[in-house]
């Protein structure tokens, strides 16, 4: 740790403290009661809550875990000790049904002392405050010792944390440092003792355990996993605040917490809470409920506090690490990460619930982060520096619609937002229809959910070309989605399907890529599926058509097919069949069989393997589906709302078997929690039920598709990606690539040729047609000619005719 400064003084106490570096670090539960953060941007500080105690806490970005926990420890010194967290029972409720305060009331057994706290954060400055009222027997609770044992993990790591003890004003602090980040713990009532310890070796938790008696002062812990712990006192009439503030720099953190403890508990929450009165959520989605609203108004809240407060409009999937008490420093990502994906739903709900300023922002800082080709990276920090590198199709077209819903809307203000659609809408030119990994980001190839997003972020491009002048291109973008939407069945379904007795025709998860094409395998060509996440010696590959999700019914969800099409009807029965899990809480579905991404069956964490668990978020999704199919949606809305926990956190994934080692069946497993998408499928959902419409619905793509019917392309479409081997006799071979060409082709053997120059089409590239008739046959030959190079390809390629 740095030097501190003259104004403070190192309290220097029985000196460093024993057992460096301390034990290897790990995260702490996933399982969220609660996330909590100030509504003002000001307040760069975002705090999680479970098992009655303060988690992770983030700072300066939403995606910068700063400790593991903090939490008390009680002791009367002689009979008794009790760690917080593990020893005593909690009650959980907001202070205010529209903030995000808590207050949890944690008891003794026993039934002889209670500590009432209320957390929340400053509301202008980096800084959690965790208000404390002690209750109880009289002559116990002059007994009674409470200290504040807290884990700092900065910069987003166990390792390497310096910890230090030192006096400020009068009154001693614990800090913590870590790079450039600091780290300052007070009392409003001071500490009387403080100690520095390395976790496992000489921290507090082990030392009050031994004898019930607070024996090591340790004046620091440099470089190391560590703890800080003082012992609060003396209390005043048994109420005392806990300061956690933040800065770059120990004097930054110091200054800005001694400052917030300056000012009494109770100025803060009344700010706080008026803050959050002003992001009202809208009672009309609460009609809907099952519950007067209460999920819905903590939904609306915890899609808003995942936005950060530096890069404004920036949503992270989930404050949270899956599974983090098994996971340590070489864990970076968490779900505090940015997928487009999430992001993109996140934006959606605040539509749905009427905060269109909002979704612009989020618009904005995803055209901020476009990478120059028109795609984004798989996640990425919220600085945008990228986590995961992976494409994903569905990504890239997400952003499209959440730009055409805000066009539609009058909500671009003076943003313009057709550079950044024309961009994107060229990257799903150039390598649709395969994906690198399709929404479970685990497999390459031709996904029903991720092609639907694909065609309706394609017609979203297209209305906004034509509006923009550029009816060239809204009509090559129309086309492209027709050639795709001409192919889902050939590309998505089998007609041998082994999972149902009396459904052979049904869509698969995802078929793999054929050989020659993006992303195949070395067993291409057997359609073979190799998943990940199995356990030790289970099977790992399967047939594309022994494997199935509910992805198909996004096609549903944007207008691509009807509700009552025979091929969803029949498809939804096996999903059942294999996916669907009644719980005592509602049904609920798992991801896809054979899915090995959850919780062990065991009830072990996942750790590269395990078994997949059923996700809440996919209620919604039925439910939306029931929706345009025209049936009750109240049970699916009441099944969500029972998933939730007592803070109102869906989870992303729930334990679905019986009970078993604390576990409880319909309970969360240890997944993200909350997972935002869950929490904006659920304000969609209550929005779709009061339009009786699915408010995702998009009517250009429902016009074109799901009202008509399956559209016959007359395109086949070659990419130097993806060339094609036939065609149809009378349709039109149309070569698209990114740069200007010249072909030259020939329909007999060379003995006479054809010459065309391409069309360049902006960032979806260039593009030549090659007519065939309807009465030909044979074989179509071309290469050729890069004209921005001047070169030859210097091979020719084949395209068989028939008929």
Same mark, same amino acid.
């Given at each position: 740790?740095?030097?501190?400064?003259?104004?403070?003084?190192?309290?220097?106490?029985?000196g460093?403290?024993?057992?460096?570096?301390?034990?290897?670090?790990?995260?702490?539960?996933s399982?969220?009661?609660?996330?909590?953060?100030?509504?003002?941007?000001?307040?760069?500080?975002?705090?999680t809550?479970?098992?009655?105690?303060l988690?992770?806490?983030?700072?300066?970005?939403?995606?910068?875990?700063?400790?593991?926990?903090?939490?008390f420890?009680?002791?009367d010194?002689?009979t008794?000790?009790h760690?917080?967290?593990?020893?005593?029972?909690?009650?959980?409720?907001?202070?205010?049904s $529209?903030?995000?305060?808590?207050?949890?009331?944690?008891?003794?057994p026993?039934?002889?002392?209670?500590?009432?706290?209320?957390?929340?954060?400053?509301?202008?400055y980096?800084?959690?405050?965790?208000?404390a009222?002690?209750?109880?027997?009289?002559?116990?609770l002059?007994?009674?010792?409470?200290?504040?044992?807290?884990?700092?993990?900065?910069?987003?790591?166990g390792?390497?944390?310096?910890?230090r003890?030192?006096?400020?004003?009068g009154?001693?602090?614990?800090?913590?440092? %870590?790079?450039?980040?600091?780290?300052?713990?007070?009392?409003?009532?001071?500490?009387?003792?403080?100690?520095?310890?390395?976790?496992?070796?000489?921290?507090?938790?082990?030392d009050?355990?031994?004898?019930?008696?607070?024996?090591?002062?340790?004046?620091?812990?440099?470089?190391?996993?560590?703890?800080?712990?003082?012992?609060?006192?003396?209390?005043?009439?048994g109420?005392?605040?806990?300061?956690?503030?933040?800065?770059?720099?120990?004097?930054?953190?110091?200054?800005?917490?001694m400052?917030?403890?300056?000012?009494?508990?109770?100025?803060?929450?009344?700010?706080?809470?008026?803050?959050?009165?002003?992001?009202?959520?809208?009672?009309?989605?609460?009609?809907?409920?099952?519950?007067?609203?209460?999920?819905?108004q903590?939904?609306?809240?915890?899609?808003?506090?995942?936005?950060?407060?530096?890069?404004?409009?920036?949503?992270?999937?989930?404050?949270?690490i899956?599974?983090?008490?098994?996971?340590?420093? $070489?864990?970076?990502?968490?779900?505090?990460?940015?997928?487009?994906?999430?992001?993109?739903?996140?934006?959606?709900?605040?539509?749905?619930?009427?905060?269109?300023?909002?979704?612009?922002?989020?618009?904005?800082?995803l055209?901020?982060?476009?990478?120059?080709?028109?795609?984004?990276?798989q996640?990425?920090?919220?600085n945008?520096?990228?986590?995961?590198?992976?494409?994903?199709?569905?990504?890239?077209?997400?952003?499209?619609?959440?730009?055409?819903?805000?066009?539609?809307?009058?909500?671009l203000?003076?943003?313009?937002?057709?550079?950044?659609?024309?961009?994107?809408?060229?990257?799903?030119?150039?390598?649709?229809p395969?994906?690198?990994?399709?929404?479970? &980001?685990?497999?390459?190839?031709?996904?029903p959910?991720?092609?639907?997003?694909?065609?309706?972020g394609?017609i979203?491009?297209?209305e906004?070309?034509h509006?923009?002048?550029?009816?060239?291109?809204?009509?090559?973008?129309?086309?492209?989605?027709d050639?795709?939407?001409?192919?889902?069945?050939?590309?998505?379904?089998t007609?041998?399907?082994?999972?149902?007795?009396?459904?052979?025709?049904?869509?698969?998860?995802?078929?793999?890529p054929?050989?020659?094409? +993006?992303y195949?395998?070395?067993?291409?060509?057997?359609?073979l599926?190799?998943?990940?996440?199995?356990?030790?010696?289970?099977?790992?590959?399967?047939?594309?058509?022994?494997?199935?999700?509910?992805?198909?019914?996004?096609?549903?969800?944007?207008?691509?097919?009807?509700?009552?099409?025979?091929?969803?009807?029949?498809?939804?029965?096996v999903?059942?069949?294999?996916?669907?899990?009644?719980?005592?809480?509602?049904?609920?579905w798992?991801?896809?069989?054979?899915?090995?991404?959850?919780?062990?069956?065991?009830?072990g964490?996942?750790?590269?393997?395990?078994?997949?668990?059923?996700? +809440?978020?996919?209620?919604?999704e039925?439910a939306?589906?029931?929706?345009?199919?025209?049936?009750?949606?109240?049970?699916?809305?009441?099944?969500?709302?029972?998933?939730a926990?007592?803070?109102?956190?869906? +989870?992303?994934?729930?334990?679905?078997?019986?009970? %078993?080692?604390?576990?409880?069946f319909?309970? +969360?497993?240890?997944?993200?929690?909350?997972?935002v998408w869950?929490?904006?499928?659920?304000l969609?959902?209550?929005?779709?039920?009061?339009d009786?419409?699915v408010f995702?619905?998009?009517?250009p793509?429902e016009a074109?598709?799901?009202?008509?019917?399956?559209?016959?392309?007359?395109?086949?479409?070659?990419?130097?990606?993806?060339?094609?081997?036939?065609?149809?006799?009378? %349709?039109?071979?149309?070569i698209?690539?990114?740069?200007?060409?010249?072909?030259?082709?020939?329909?007999?053997?060379?003995?006479?040729?054809?010459?065309?120059?391409?069309k360049?089409?902006?960032?979806?590239?260039?593009?030549?047609?090659?007519?065939?008739a309807?009465?030909?046959?044979?074989q179509?030959?071309?290469?050729?000619f890069?004209?921005?190079?001047?070169?030859?390809?210097?091979?020719?390629? &084949?395209?068989?005719?028939?008929?």
């Open positions: 740790m740095t030097e501190v400064a003259p104004q403070y003084r190192w309290i220097e106490g029985h460093a403290a024993f057992g460096a570096p301390g034990l290897e670090p790990r995260w702490t539960s399982a969220k009661d609660a996330v909590g953060t100030a509504y003002a941007a000001s307040s760069r500080v975002w705090f809550l479970s098992h009655g105690t988690n992770e806490i983030y700072y300066p970005t939403i995606d910068r875990p700063q400790i593991r926990d903090m939490e420890l009680i002791t010194g002689e008794f000790f760690e917080e967290k593990r020893a005593l029972e909690h009650t959980f409720e907001y202070i205010e $529209d903030a995000l305060a808590v207050r949890i009331t944690s008891r003794d026993e039934g002889r002392y209670q500590l009432v706290k209320e957390i929340i954060s400053d509301p202008h980096p800084v959690v405050l965790k208000h009222r002690l209750e109880g027997d009289p002559e116990l002059k007994r009674l010792r409470i200290y504040a044992l807290l884990a700092p993990h900065l910069d987003g790591g390792s390497g944390n310096c910890g003890a030192v006096e400020v004003a009154k001693k602090v614990l800090v913590a440092q %870590k790079g450039q980040t600091s780290l300052a713990m007070a009392a409003s009532c001071g500490f009387t003792r403080v100690s520095c310890g390395y976790v496992g070796m000489s921290d507090g938790w082990r009050l355990q031994d004898n019930y008696q607070m024996d090591w002062e340790f004046g620091s812990a440099p470089d190391g996993n560590i703890a800080l712990m003082g012992e609060i006192g003396p209390i005043t009439n109420e005392f605040t806990i300061a956690i503030g933040f800065g770059e720099g120990l004097h930054a953190a110091l200054s800005t917490t400052g917030s403890l300056s000012v009494h508990f109770s100025s803060h929450l009344k700010r706080y809470i008026e803050q959050w009165g002003r992001a009202a959520s809208p009672a009309a989605l609460g009609v809907m409920s099952n519950d007067n609203g209460r999920l819905m903590v939904s609306h809240n915890i899609v808003l506090a995942h936005e950060d407060k530096t890069y404004a409009g920036a949503f992270i999937a989930s404050a949270s899956p599974w983090g008490y098994a996971k340590g420093d $070489d864990d970076l990502g968490g779900y505090h990460l940015v997928w487009t994906r999430d992001m993109v739903q996140s934006a959606t709900a605040l539509l749905a619930c009427g905060r269109v300023e909002t979704a612009r922002r989020a618009l904005v800082y055209a901020c982060t476009q990478k120059p080709d028109g795609g984004f990276a996640n990425f920090w919220i945008g520096t990228p986590y995961w590198t992976g494409i994903q199709l569905d990504e890239v077209a997400f952003p499209i619609m959440l730009a055409w819903r805000l066009w539609k809307l009058g909500g203000g003076d943003f313009d937002v057709y550079p950044f659609v024309e961009r994107a809408a060229g990257f799903l030119v150039r390598y649709a395969v994906t690198q990994q399709e929404r479970w &980001e685990e497999n390459s190839g031709y996904s959910s991720t092609l639907a997003a694909v065609i309706a394609l979203c491009a297209s906004l070309a509006a923009h002048d550029s009816s060239e291109l809204g009509h090559f973008l129309e086309e492209q989605a050639w795709i939407e001409s192919h889902l069945e050939d590309w998505t379904v007609n041998e399907g082994v999972l149902h007795p009396d459904v052979k025709r049904h869509y698969m998860r995802i078929k793999p054929e050989c020659g094409e +993006p195949a395998h070395e067993d291409c060509g057997k359609q599926l190799r998943l990940n996440n199995r356990g030790p010696g289970e099977r790992y590959e399967y047939e594309a058509r022994e494997v199935i999700d509910a992805g198909f019914l996004e096609l549903v969800r944007y207008g691509v097919r009807r509700a009552d099409d025979p091929l969803i009807v029949d498809s939804l029965k999903v059942d069949k294999l996916l669907k899990i009644e719980t005592p809480k509602g049904p609920c798992r991801r896809y069989n054979h899915d090995g991404y959850g919780q062990r069956k065991d009830g964490p996942f750790q590269g393997w395990g078994q997949g668990r059923a996700w +809440p978020l996919l209620v919604g039925r939306h589906y029931e929706l345009a199919a025209g049936r009750d949606v109240r049970p699916f809305i009441a099944a969500m709302e029972r998933f926990s007592a803070g109102g956190m869906l +989870p992303e994934q729930i334990w679905d078997e019986p009970d %078993k080692d604390g576990l409880e319909g309970g +969360p497993a240890g997944s993200a929690m909350p997972l869950a929490h904006s499928e659920y969609k959902l209550l929005r779709s039920a009061a009786n419409r995702d619905s998009i009517e793509v074109r598709y799901a009202r008509v019917g399956r559209r016959e392309s007359p395109l086949e479409i070659f990419k130097m990606r993806r060339p094609v081997r036939r065609i149809t006799a009378g %349709k039109t071979l149309r698209a690539v990114h740069s200007p060409f010249r072909v030259v082709w020939t329909a007999d053997d060379w003995k006479t040729q054809q010459t065309m120059e391409s360049q089409l902006s960032h979806a590239g260039s593009y030549a047609d090659i007519p065939t309807k009465e030909q046959t044979g179509l030959s071309f290469t050729l890069w004209t921005g190079e001047n070169r030859w390809e210097g091979r020719n390629f &084949e395209v068989l005719i028939e008929n």
